[in-house]
Nanobody, 123 residues
């Protein structure tokens, strides 16, 4: 089991930037893929970006060109740099780990989740 702790959320105006961090601990050798997901009130959880242990990445269309996922395997950290933020990016953001699948459209395949960090973007 992998324990995940997110940080870096906050409130910004549209056009601003935030960098989310996720610290992984526990059985980190079993993790194959790390991902960032988000959930706005009244909406389903959706995948934002994923990165596998080899550095392959995938993004949802609405964040391409604005968000960048990265990782530091030595420090067991995963990051999400978010630029040009929009009000529709407002949500609780979660870090997740998967031992096999790396598909942002399948949050159910991710077995470990953090508590989340809130991102609020005002217009």
């Amino acid at each position: 089991q992998v324990q995940l702790v997110e940080s870096g959320g906050g409130s910004v105006q549209a056009g601003g930037s935030l960098r989310l961090s996720c610290a992984a601990s526990g059985d980190t050798t079993s993790r194959y893929c790390m991902g960032w997901f988000r959930q706005a009130p009244g909406k389903a959880r959706e995948g934002v970006a994923v990165i596998d242990r080899y550095g392959w990445t995938s993004y949802r269309d609405s964040v391409k060109g604005r968000f960048t996922i990265s990782q530091d395997n030595l420090k067991n950290m995963v990051y999400l740099q978010m630029n040009t933020l929009k009000p529709e990016d407002t949500a609780m953001y979660y870090c997740a780990a998967s031992g096999s699948y790396c598909d942002l459209s399948r949050p159910g395949r991710f077995g470990s989740w953090g508590q989340g960090t809130q991102v609020t973007v005002s217009s």
